[in-house]
Structures are given as structure tokens and as C-alpha cells.
């Protein structure tokens, strides 16, 4: 039957479904068969055929009609489970019911009085079979669909390679296969790689597009910080119900980890045939993110996908799936000569979400990535997209998540240790060019987003001026284009305006002096840039020794925050040079979708402090409620004032105004307040250093006549300040910590991902989605 023939069809079934105004009987084949049985539509056609309006009044004035169609449908897959699909008519059934529930469940879930529905048993009419036991035949449909969808994802000659020659011949096979042998890609736990077959990867592509569409219930509910509160439809998938939930779990993560984009290296080969695997590793990626979105194992019941994931432990498995993410976040990055002849990827947020899912969930697999420079292959990406997305408002929820992987591989030393490998990939980034470590890429790029990012970034200043701190005390020699990117992040800080302008801003003044205390204590001999651009900027932490704190100033500083927006004084001009190749950062396309987040809580309740002891090992510092870090307001995080899209460091005074005012509008500082932190500001290690290497560098300068910094700086390289600092101060590590409101916020980013990835066909666009908003930029 021709295509334009099956369409016909398919709509006239659809125009009988809304027009019938009296139920029509679960037995009546004739009836349903018309929406799958003689139809060889695609999942576009179903999305096209059947608007979502009359799938609303369906379900407002023949409920029961609704009711049988799914019910009828779940059937179908049942029953093509249980015979294996020998036929290619019974194939063409099951994706034709596959593409109709997938179109049909977003509406079931919009309704809350439909959304116990498929957790109800269905009575009377047409159980699956009237000589089944009672327990079998009193499964919800929820459990009956679910177990059906795995079954058929290992089903022989139409998900998985048949090991038969000949055709399974009895019903048993489907029920004694063992799936194990049948995993889709060779890696964690299975050797061989079966041969691709494309229509293999478009029946396990529709499948799982099926699964995620019954997993998005999620989406349908609001926020909420309650762990207790589990997705139903993960929770029974990822139980011991599901006897394939092993050999699934496995084929998912390989087929994502060994899959290699660029066309086995001949340029331009993405163009000439479609690349089915892209979109399975897509819906895989996005499969395992949601089932591994539950409470920690500890809290949560067991998930089968959690634990495996916590279990995998040989070394190869963690090489195989460390290698096959960088190669997949790295993707993005290859410039090559010939413009488009690779494929690029879009994927990289899921990866991120199941980067950072691996390191929480398996503490090893953290070891492992922090054990060799292999973590360089993801931190080099992730600066890439932070530097990137800097000034698109849509892109914020990938800013957010990149600054967490980096906090939280920043609690581990050996992160620290790492970042002294000198950096020599020639990424094009718009940066200024240096030559020097990756920690001077970290820090260059941390500089950039704060300077000439867009303002809703302001909350995550704190975690990545957290970061620079964690790493600090092992930063062996930064360059003189980070030491004075660091300064310069201090001079635009310790303004009296900025400083007196929310009752915050002060803390990052704190983690700025910390980091340079923790490397003047602890790393002083390799850091002469570091030591020239203090002593050369030493006016500022003199004017922070002496920060007027009576009434007057502070009123001032505010006026003049109000009138004059003055700007960050510009670095040295030929440090904005940036790299060849590179473009700007640029803001969003107008008319760009987004997923709005909830707020994250403050660094205070991210992190816990920790000390490094004598011997290396870390000891949890009580929490303390000092003045120095009073608890965040929660303003701070959402304010959602529009962008300022400038792109240069003139803007950065301008937007660190407009962005402190638009989160505390009523903020009146008081002298005592000032005192309160003032006090405590750790200035003495760099006073000290002051007062014993000033002296010293201007007496060179009059002696030798010397206006060359070379010289100084050889000076400094060999001049030593042992005995003359204060004695060392334990170092503090901020580790991350998981909490409620970081949950929630996965949570909600992930589905906003997920929803905005889906648009062919466009799964849950136009519904009544109450997880975020989607917003048009």
C-alpha cells in the first residue's frame, strides 16, 4: 500500500476516533486495527495526523475511547514481546503502536485525573488472554508496556542480530533468550561489536523514544525538593522486574561511549549517508541520564542503573568510558581546513549530565579521571563551552553545569596537580593568547565569563572564584596574563561601590586573597608573575587595609554606583588579542527557546569546608555562621533581569552594577556591618610580603636605572621569603556536597534538555509541561 494510502487511512481512523460519541468496544478489531495494522506511516506522519487538539477532546468527551485505544495498543506490544515479531507485518504493528503511544502518553500526563491511569489495572474487557493466571492478567498497563518496550529491545532480526540461522521457531525463544549475549556494543562487560545495522538502530531508536516519552511524566509535576517523591515509571524499569535491565543499562553506555562521530575519518562522510547510530546514541544518552536522575543510592529504593553504574570497576571499563566521552565532548571543538567535513555533535549537555552522574555515583570512576592527565580531555571542552556560551541567556543551565563538574573535580588535589600540564592544544577560543598551563586557561577563561558575561551569571562568581581557591595551593607557576587577570578581578571587587553594594559581594574579595595567600604560602618559588603583578597592584590591598567604613563613604559609593557606572579599568592592551580562529561569544538568536531553572542554592550549602592535614588527608571543618558567609539569599540566584550584551571588558563595571541591583533593592550597609567582615579580611601574609619586597625591588630600580620587568622578575625568581611570612595557614578545600536543591535543580535542567532536543517530532511541544517554563529569548 502506497504511503499517501496509509496516511488516508490512518486519518480516517483518527476523524471515526473524535467524531464517535459513544464508546466503542475493546473487541471491536475492526475498528482498532485501522491504527496500526494496515498502516506503514512514520513517527511524522503520527505527529501530523493526529493534532494535539484531537487528542484533547478525545480525551474530554470519550474518555473510554481513549482509554481502549491505549489500552489496545499496549496489547499489540505485549503480544509482538511475546511472539518476537516474526513477520514484518507484526513488526510494522509494533511501530505504528510504539509511534501512537509515544504521540498520545504527553497528553495522559497533562491531565492529572488521567494520570493514574495507566497504574490502574484494566477491568473486564479483552485481559490479554481469559486463561492467564489472575496475578499475570492484573498487571497495570504502566508495568505491561514497560516490560513489553524491553523485551522487544532485545528481540532477534528486530532490535538485536538473531544467533539462529533459521527463524526462532516456538514462542519460548522470546522467553528464554538470554539478553546478555544480545548487548547492542562492545565495551563495559561484553567483548564483541556486532555488525551496525541500520534498521536495528531505527527500531531501538523509536523504542526508546517510546520510554522516554513514559519517563517525562516528570515533567508534568512542579519542582520539588522532596526526595521522596519517585518517578513511577523509572522506578518499577529499573527494578529487578525488568529482567533485561543489565544487558540494557550496558548496551545504552557503550553504544554512547564507543561511538565515533567523525565518519572513521574520511572527511565529509556524514554528508553522503544519515547517520542512524547519531540518533540512538541521542535517545541512549538521554535514557540514562533520566534513569540515573533518582535520590542518592543511599536514600533512594534499589535502582538497578545506579548500582551498575556504582559497580563498574576495571580499569579498562573506566578508560573505555572516559575516552569515549572526551572524544564526544572534544567533538564540538575540531576546527578542521575544510569547513563542515566533520559532523558535530549536539549532544554535549546530556554527556555532562552523565559525566558528572559517573563521578557522584562512582567515587572510583572520579580516582580514576583524576589519577593521569586524561582529566585535561574534559576540562579543555568544558572551559570551551563556558567561554562559548558566556553571553547567551539560553545556553545558562550549560554554564551552571559546567561550573559544577569543575567544582566538583576542584575538591580532589589531584585536579589541582593536573592543571600545571602546559596547555599547547591550539583551541580557537576568544581569549587573549598566552603561553603557559592549563591552570592559566582556567583562570583566563573564569576572568572572561565574569568580565564579559551576561549578568544573570553573577550567582555562580562565588563558585568559580571557589574553584581558582580549591586549586590554588598547587598551582606550581602562572603566567603574567593570568596573575594579572586575577589582580585585575580584585581591583574591579574591592571598589567601595561594589563592595558596599550587596550584602554578598564582599566574599569574593575573601576567596581572591585566600587563593593568593594559599599560593604565596605554599608555592612562592614558582610564582614570580604572580608576586610582580601584587607588588605592581599594591595599592589595592592597601586601600582595602584601609576601607573607610563611616556613613558618608558608604552613601557615596552609592550614589556613584547609581549615576556613573564607571568601568573595569582595561588590561594592557596586548593581552586582548585574541586567539586565531576564534569567534565572539555572542547572545542568543532572537526567538531562541529556553527552559527557565530554579535557583541554586548558595556556595555556603554546595560545599563543605574541609582542611588538608599534615599527612594529605582531609578533615571536615564545622560549619561556622561567621559574618564572612551569611546564608545566600535566594534573590541572588533567580533575578532574571534582561542581558546586557556588550561584549567587552568595558561592560564588566557596568554589568556587576546592574546585576548587585537588580537582586537587593532595599540593601541599606551600616558601618558595623562594614567592621564586621572588614576585620577579618586576610591581609596579613601579602602585607608582609609587601613590606619586605617592595623595598628591596625599588632599590634595584634606582641602583641598576631599571625599567625592565625581565629583570625584576629574575630578581623575585630567586629571592626567597622563608621565615619572613606568617606562619602557614591549613589549607581549606570547599567540597561539593549534594543536597535537595541541587537535585531539584538537575532535575529540572535535564527535562528542559531533553524537552528543547525533541523536536522531531516534537514530543512535548504546545503541552501543558509544569516542571519550567519555556520561554521564547
Same mark, same amino acid.
Given at each position: 500500500?502506497?504511503?499517501?494510502?496509509?496516511?488516508?487511512?490512518?486519518?480516517?481512523?483518527?476523524?471515526?476516533?473524535?467524531?464517535?460519541?459513544?464508546?466503542?468496544?475493546?473487541?471491536?478489531?475492526?475498528?482498532?486495527?485501522?491504527?496500526?495494522?494496515?498502516?506503514?506511516?512514520?513517527?511524522?506522519?503520527?505527529?501530523?495526523?493526529?493534532?494535539?487538539?484531537?487528542?484533547?477532546?478525545?480525551?474530554?468527551?470519550?474518555?473510554?475511547?481513549?482509554?481502549?485505544?491505549?489500552?489496545?495498543?499496549?496489547?499489540?506490544?505485549?503480544?509482538?514481546?511475546?511472539?518476537?515479531?516474526?513477520?514484518?507485518?507484526?513488526?510494522?504493528?509494533?511501530?505504528?503502536?510504539?509511534?501512537?503511544?509515544?504521540?498520545?502518553?504527553?497528553?495522559?500526563?497533562?491531565? $492529572?485525573?488521567?494520570?493514574?491511569?495507566?497504574?490502574?489495572?484494566?477491568?473486564?474487557?479483552?485481559?490479554?488472554?481469559?486463561?492467564?493466571?489472575?496475578?499475570?492478567?492484573?498487571?497495570?498497563?504502566?508495568?505491561?508496556?514497560?516490560?513489553?518496550?524491553?523485551?522487544?529491545?532485545?528481540?532477534?532480526?528486530?532490535?538485536?542480530?538473531?544467533?539462529?540461522?533459521?527463524?526462532?521457531?516456538?514462542?519460548?525463544?522470546?522467553?528464554?533468550?538470554?539478553?546478555?549475549?544480545?548487548?547492542?556494543?562492545?565495551?563495559?562487560?561484553?567483548?564483541?561489536?556486532?555488525?551496525?545495522?541500520?534498521?536495528?538502530?531505527?527500531?531501538?531508536?523509536?523504542?526508546?523514544?517510546?520510554?522516554?516519552?513514559?519517563?517525562?511524566?516528570?515533567?508534568?509535576?512542579?519542582?520539588?525538593?522532596?526526595?521522596?517523591?519517585?518517578?513511577?515509571?523509572?522506578?518499577?524499569?529499573?527494578?529487578?522486574?525488568?529482567?533485561?535491565?543489565?544487558?540494557?543499562?550496558?548496551?545504552?553506555?557503550?553504544?554512547?561511549?564507543?561511538?565515533?562521530?567523525?565518519?572513521?575519518?574520511?572527511?565529509?562522510?556524514?554528508?553522503?549517508?544519515?547517520?542512524?547510530?547519531?540518533? !540512538?546514541?541521542?535517545?541512549?544518552?538521554?535514557?540514562?541520564?533520566?534513569?540515573?536522575?533518582?535520590?542518592?543510592?543511599?536514600?533512594?529504593?534499589?535502582?538497578?542503573?545506579?548500582?551498575?553504574?556504582?559497580?563498574?570497576?576495571?580499569?579498562?571499563?573506566?578508560?573505555?568510558?572516559?575516552?569515549? #566521552?572526551?572524544? #564526544?565532548?572534544?567533538?564540538?571543538?575540531?576546527?578542521?581546513?575544510?569547513?563542515?567535513?566533520?559532523?558535530?555533535?549536539?549532544?554535549?549537555?546530556?554527556?555532562?549530565?552523565?559525566?558528572?552522574?559517573?563521578?557522584?555515583?562512582?567515587?572510583?570512576?572520579?580516582?580514576?579521571?583524576?589519577?593521569?592527565?586524561?582529566?585535561?580531555?574534559?576540562?579543555?571542552?568544558?572551559? /570551551?563551552?563556558?567561554?562559548?556560551?558566556?553571553?547567551?541567556?539560553?545556553?545558562?543551565? !550549560?554554564?551552571?553545569?559546567?561550573?559544577?563538574?569543575?567544582?566538583?573535580?576542584?575538591?580532589?588535589?589531584?585536579?589541582?596537580?593536573?592543571?600545571?600540564?602546559?596547555?599547547?592544544?591550539?583551541?580557537?577560543?576568544?581569549?587573549?593568547?598566552?603561553?603557559?598551563?592549563?591552570?592559566?586557561?582556567?583562570?583566563?577563561?573564569?576572568?572572561?565569563?565574569?568580565?564579559?558575561?551576561?549578568?544573570?551569571?553573577?550567582?555562580?562568581?562565588?563558585?568559580?572564584?571557589?574553584?581558582?581557591?580549591?586549586?590554588?595551593?598547587?598551582?606550581?607557576?602562572?603566567?603574567?596574563?593570568?596573575?594579572?587577570?586575577?589582580?585585575?578581578?580584585?581591583?574591579?571587587?574591592?571598589?567601595?561601590?561594589?563592595?558596599?553594594?550587596?550584602?554578598?559581594?564582599?566574599?569574593?574579595?575573601?576567596?581572591?586573597?585566600?587563593?593568593?595567600?594559599?599560593?604565596?604560602? /605554599?608555592?612562592? &618559588?614558582?610564582?614570580?608573575?604572580?608576586?610582580?603583578?601584587?607588588?605592581?597592584?599594591?595599592?589595592?590591598?592597601?586601600?582595602?587595609?584601609?576601607?573607610?567604613?563611616?556613613?558618608?563613604?558608604?552613601?557615596?559609593?552609592?550614589?556613584?554606583?547609581?549615576?556613573s557606572p564607571d568601568v573595569i579599568s582595561r588590561t594592557?592592551?596586548?593581552e586582548t588579542v585574541s586567539m586565531e580562529g576564534s569567534?565572539?561569544?555572542?547572545?542568543?538568536?532572537?526567538?531562541?527557546?529556553?527552559?527557565?531553572?530554579?535557583?541554586?542554592?548558595?556556595?555556603?550549602?554546595?560545599?563543605?569546608?574541609?582542611?588538608?592535614?599534615?599527612?594529605?588527608?582531609?578533615?571536615?571543618?564545622?560549619?561556622?555562621?561567621?559574618?564572612?558567609?551569611?546564608?545566600?539569599?535566594?534573590?541572588?540566584?533567580?533575578?532574571?533581569?534582561?542581558?546586557?550584551?556588550?561584549?567587552?571588558?568595558?561592560?564588566?563595571?557596568?554589568?556587576?552594577?546592574?546585576?548587585?541591583?537588580?537582586?537587593?533593592?532595599?540593601?541599606?550597609?551600616?558601618?558595623?556591618?562594614?567592621?564586621?567582615?572588614?576585620?577579618?579580611?586576610?591581609?596579613?601574609?601579602?602585607?608582609?610580603?609587601?613590606?619586605?619586597?617592595?623595598? $628591596?625591588?625599588?632599590?634595584?630600580?634606582?641602583?641598576?636605572?631599571?625599567?625592565?620587568?625581565?629583570?625584576?622578575?629574575?630578581?623575585?625568581?630567586?629571592?626567597?621569603?622563608?621565615?619572613?611570612?606568617?606562619?602557614?595557614?591549613?589549607?581549606?578545600?570547599?567540597?561539593?556536597?549534594?543536597?535537595?536543591?541541587?537535585?531539584?535543580?538537575?532535575?529540572? /535542567?535535564?527535562?528542559?534538555?531533553?524537552?528543547?532536543?525533541?523536536? &522531531?517530532?516534537?514530543?512535548?511541544? &504546545?503541552?501543558?509541561?509544569?516542571?519550567?517554563?519555556?520561554?521564547?529569548?
Amino acid at each position: 500500500m502506497g504511503n499517501t494510502d496509509s496516511k488516508l487511512n490512518f486519518r480516517k481512523a483518527v476523524i471515526q476516533l473524535t467524531t464517535k460519541t459513544q464508546p466503542v468496544e475493546a473487541t471491536d478489531d475492526a475498528f482498532w486495527d485501522q491504527f496500526w495494522a494496515d498502516t506503514a506511516t512514520t513517527v511524522q506522519d503520527v505527529f501530523a495526523l493526529l493534532p494535539a487538539a484531537e487528542i484533547r477532546a478525545v480525551r474530554e468527551e470519550s474518555p473510554s475511547n481513549l482509554a481502549t485505544l491505549c489500552y489496545k495498543a499496549v496489547e499489540k506490544l505485549v503480544q509482538g514481546a511475546e511472539s518476537g515479531c516474526p513477520t514484518e507485518k507484526e513488526k510494522q504493528i509494533v511501530l505504528n503502536c510504539t509511534r501512537m503511544l509515544s504521540r498520545i502518553l504527553p497528553y495522559i500526563f497533562e491531565d $492529572q485525573d488521567w494520570r493514574g491511569f495507566f497504574w490502574s489495572t484494566v477491568p473486564g474487557a479483552g485481559r490479554m488472554d481469559d486463561m492467564e493466571d489472575e496475578d499475570e492478567g492484573a498487571r497495570p498497563l504502566a508495568e505491561s508496556l514497560l516490560l513489553a518496550v524491553a523485551d522487544l529491545l532485545f528481540c532477534p532480526d528486530f532490535t538485536v542480530q538473531s544467533h539462529k540461522k533459521g527463524r526462532p521457531d516456538s514462542v519460548e525463544d522470546m522467553q528464554s533468550l538470554d539478553s546478555c549475549e544480545y548487548i547492542w556494543e562492545a565495551g563495559v562487560g561484553f567483548a564483541q561489536s556486532p555488525p551496525l545495522n541500520y534498521i536495528h538502530d531505527i527500531n531501538r531508536t523509536e523504542l526508546l523514544r517510546l520510554l522516554l516519552t513514559c519517563f517525562s511524566e516528570a515533567m508534568y509535576l512542579p519542582p520539588t525538593s522532596d526526595n521522596s517523591i519517585l518517578n513511577p515509571w523509572v522506578t518499577f524499569f529499573c527494578s529487578t522486574e525488568n529482567r533485561h535491565a543489565l544487558p540494557l543499562f550496558t548496551s545504552l553506555l557503550n553504544v554512547v561511549c564507543a561511538y565515533d562521530p567523525i565518519g572513521y575519518g574520511i572527511p565529509y562522510n556524514h554528508l553522503l549517508f544519515s547517520d542512524y547510530r547519531e540518533q !540512538l546514541v541521542e535517545q541512549a544518552v538521554q535514557i540514562l541520564i533520566v534513569t540515573l536522575d533518582t535520590p542518592h543510592p543511599s536514600i533512594g529504593p534499589n535502582n538497578l542503573f545506579v548500582n551498575y553504574l556504582s559497580r563498574i570497576h576495571r580499569e579498562e571499563d573506566y578508560d573505555f568510558v572516559l575516552k569515549g #566521552l572526551a572524544r #564526544l565532548l572534544t567533538n564540538p571543538l575540531t576546527q578542521t581546513y575544510l569547513p563542515n567535513s566533520t559532523k558535530k555533535i549536539q549532544f554535549h549537555q546530556e554527556l555532562l549530565v552523565l559525566f558528572w552522574k559517573l563521578c557522584d555515583f562512582n567515587k572510583k570512576f572520579l580516582f580514576f579521571v583524576l589519577k593521569s592527565s586524561d582529566v585535561l580531555d574534559i576540562l579543555v571542552p568544558i572551559l /570551551y563551552y563556558l567561554n562559548d556560551a558566556r553571553a547567551d541567556q539560553s545556553r545558562v543551565g !550549560l554554564m551552571h553545569i559546567s561550573v559544577f563538574i569543575l567544582l566538583l573535580l576542584s575538591g580532589e588535589r589531584n585536579f589541582g596537580v593536573r592543571l600545571n600540564k602546559p596547555y599547547s592544544l591550539h583551541v580557537p577560543m576568544d581569549i587573549p593568547v598566552f603561553t603557559g598551563t592549563h591552570a592559566d586557561l582556567l583562570i583566563v577563561v573564569f576572568h572572561k565569563i565574569i568580565t564579559s558575561g551576561h549578568q544573570r551569571l553573577q550567582p555562580l562568581y562565588d563558585c568559580l572564584l571557589t574553584i581558582v581557591v580549591n586549586v590554588s595551593p598547587y598551582l606550581k607557576s602562572l603566567s603574567m596574563v593570568a596573575a594579572n587577570k586575577l589582580l585585575h578581578l580584585l581591583e574591579a571587587f574591592s571598589t567601595t561601590w561594589f563592595l558596599f553594594s550587596a550584602p554578598q559581594n564582599h566574599h569574593l574579595v575573601f576567596f581572591l586573597l585566600e587563593a593568593f595567600n594559599n599560593i604565596i604560602q /605554599y608555592q612562592f &618559588d614558582g610564582n614570580c608573575n604572580l608576586v610582580y603583578a601584587i607588588i605592581r597592584k599594591r595599592n589595592v590591598f592597601h586601600q582595602l587595609a584601609n576601607l573607610p567604613s563611616d556613613p558618608t563613604t558608604i552613601q557615596k559609593a552609592l550614589q556613584r554606583k547609581r549615576k556613573s557606572p564607571d568601568v573595569i579599568s582595561r588590561t594592557s592592551s596586548q593581552e586582548t588579542v585574541s586567539m586565531e580562529g576564534s569567534r565572539p561569544a555572542v547572545p542568543a538568536e532572537p526567538g531562541t527557546l529556553k527552559a527557565s531553572l530554579v535557583a541554586m542554592p548558595g556556595i555556603d550549602k554546595l560545599t563543605e569546608k574541609s582542611q588538608v592535614s599534615e599527612d594529605g588527608t582531609l578533615v571536615a571543618v564545622p560549619q561556622t555562621e561567621s559574618p564572612q558567609t551569611p546564608e545566600h539569599s535566594a534573590a541572588a540566584g533567580t533575578s532574571d533581569t534582561e542581558s546586557i550584551s556588550g561584549r567587552d571588558n568595558e561592560m564588566a563595571r557596568r554589568r556587576l552594577s546592574s546585576s548587585s541591583s537588580s537582586a537587593i533593592s532595599h540593601w541599606n550597609p551600616k558601618p558595623d556591618w562594614v567592621l564586621s567582615w572588614k576585620s577579618k579580611l586576610p591581609l596579613q601574609t601579602i602585607m608582609r610580603l609587601l613590606q619586605v619586597l617592595v623595598p $628591596q625591588v625599588e632599590k634595584i630600580c634606582i641602583d641598576k636605572g631599571l625599567t625592565d620587568e625581565s629583570e625584576i622578575l629574575k630578581f623575585l625568581q630567586h629571592g626567597t621569603l622563608v621565615g619572613l611570612l606568617p606562619v602557614p595557614h591549613p589549607i581549606l578545600i570547599r567540597k561539593y556536597q549534594a543536597n535537595a536543591g541541587t537535585a531539584m535543580w538537575f532535575c529540572t /535542567y535535564m527535562w528542559g534538555v531533553i524537552y528543547l532536543r525533541n523536536v &522531531d517530532p516534537p514530543i512535548w511541544y &504546545d503541552t501543558d509541561v509544569r516542571l519550567f517554563e519555556i520561554q521564547r529569548m
